[in-house]
């Protein structure tokens, strides 16, 4: 079972792809206010996620 960090920072992914998949405000470089929001969400979670694999490697 996926660990909660690793489940929100997927959730995050499927929401921004949501948004994308319908806004056509957004492209790969520029996002509109909710998709900026949205992208955010994901950079954070994703480096949380990063880092704490790494830092689960170093500890080994």
Known sequence: MPDDLYQRYIDA???YSDHRATCTDCTLYRHCPEG???WTTF???QDAHINRVRNARKSR
């Open 13 to 15: 992914t499927n929401a």
């Open 36 to 38: 900026q929001q949205l």
């Open 43 to 45: 950079e954070r979670r």
